[in-house]
Each structure stands twice: as structure tokens, then as C-alpha cells.
T-cell receptor, first 113, second 114 residues
């Protein structure tokens, strides 16, 4: 069965520090992987997606993620956190041929001044 | 252009009542998805439409839940005999064609069953 695990329900960093949000997946077929961000009272917004091309994927707002098949991981990083990055982040895996997404439980990112 | 819209933004109902939640996808998108997000959880898939037909309804929790998309655009999620456990945020997403396309999400409808 396919699944997504996000390690750490809450991550806190200082402004300007590295952001690292962890995501591990389980899939019997080559996966399509996504990171979404959810700001308070807003819908989910796509940050980036991996679709089997380059393993290092660059997204919006300075975020990037690296697909590592050997580690079954797709961790999200940003070199320098901004206050506006405070939000909840969801890693997701596309299931099968229908396109519906399997989401992790989310990681809430707090940024301290 | 206009994004995915959902109405109402909030719905409070009593246990046992019937509710309808509406989703207006991005114009021209053929694929439409419904998800449910409970407190502290990630969204969970409910149903996927390709055009007017439900291509995958395997996520609907039971027969109290039903969804339609009669003209291939607007979709309505219908919940009969609501239960307190149905309280959640119901999210709608659309994509241009379907699998592998980016899904664009609406802001959701927060359903509270008293």
C-alpha cells in the first residue's frame, strides 16, 4: 500500500535559519510526489512536485526538495526562513492512475523572530 | 483568473440533517476531486470525477455520502443523516486533465455537526 509519513508535527526555526521538513514515502511504483503549503484560513497551494525528471526540484518561495529513491525520502528545504513561511506543510503522493493524492499528516512550521 | 471556489465557507448543522456542499472548479478543468480534512490530519481522498462521471469513489466512507457533477463543471457533495464524526473541512480540487496534473485547491467548507 502507498503511504506518506511526515516526521515531526511541529518544527520551529529562527528567522534566517535553515528549514528542513521531512517526508518519507512508501510506494511499489515510481511515485509522483508533491509538497503543498496551507496558510491559515486558505486553501492548499502547490509548492513543488516531482514527476520522475530531475531529482532536485525547485519550487516557489525559495523552497526545494530532493527525491532520494534509496532513502524513500522527499525532504523539503529552504536555506533561510522568513516569517511569512509560517504555515502548515503537507507532503503528498499520487495514488495509482487516478491522480488522487495521499497526504501526510502535515508539519506546522513556526518561525521565530 | 478565478480559482476553485467552494460554498458555503462554513456550515453548522444538527445531527441527522442533510447537507450539500458546492464546488466550482477552474473553468475548463475536466478533473475534480473531493477531500476531507479532519482536525490535525492531512486531507483524505473521497471521490474523483473525470467530466461528468465518478471515476473513483473508493474514498467515500459510507452510503450517506454522495457526489454529483451533472454538467462536468460544478460539483455537489451530499451528506445524508449527518453525524458528529462528519465534522471536518471538505476540500475540493480541480486539475486540467487528471492524473499527474497539478491539483488546484479551493479554500474548503468547514462543516460542524452539533
Amino acid at each position: 500500500a502507498q503511504s506518506v509519513t511526515q516526521l515531526g508535527s511541529h518544527v520551529s526555526v529562527s528567522e534566517g535559519a535553515l528549514v528542513l521538513l521531512r517526508c518519507n514515502y512508501s510506494s511499489s511504483v515510481p511515485p509522483y510526489l508533491f509538497w503543498y503549503v496551507q496558510y491559515p484560513n486558505q486553501g492548499l497551494q502547490l509548492l513543488l512536485k516531482y514527476t520522475s525528471a530531475a531529482t532536485l526540484v525547485k519550487g516557489i518561495n525559495g523552497f526545494e526538495a530532493e527525491f532520494k529513491k534509496s532513502e524513500t525520502s522527499f525532504h523539503l528545504t529552504k536555506p533561510s526562513a522568513h516569517m511569512r513561511d509560517a504555515a502548515e506543510y503537507f507532503c503528498a503522493l499520487e495514488r495509482g492512475s487516478q491522480g488522487n493524492l495521499i497526504f501526510g499528516k502535515g508539519t506546522k512550521l513556526s518561525v521565530k523572530p | 483568473g478565478a480559482g476553485v471556489s467552494q460554498t458555503p465557507s462554513n456550515k453548522v448543522t444538527e445531527k441527522g440533517k442533510y447537507v450539500e456542499l458546492r464546488c466550482d472548479p477552474i473553468s475548463g478543468h475536466t478533473a475534480l476531486y473531493w477531500y476531507r480534512q479532519s482536525l490535525g490530519q492531512g486531507p483524505e481522498f473521497l471521490i474523483y470525477f473525470q467530466g461528468t462521471g465518478a471515476a473513483d469513489d473508493s474514498g467515500l466512507p459510507n452510503d450517506r455520502f454522495f457526489a454529483v457533477r451533472p454538467e462536468g463543471s460544478v460539483s455537489t457533495l451530499k451528506i445524508q443523516r449527518t453525524e458528529r464524526g462528519d465534522s471536518a473541512v471538505y476540500l475540493c480540487a480541480s486539475s486540467p486533465l487528471g492524473p499527474t496534473d497539478t491539483q488546484y485547491f479551493g479554500p474548503g467548507t468547514r462543516l460542524t455537526v452539533l
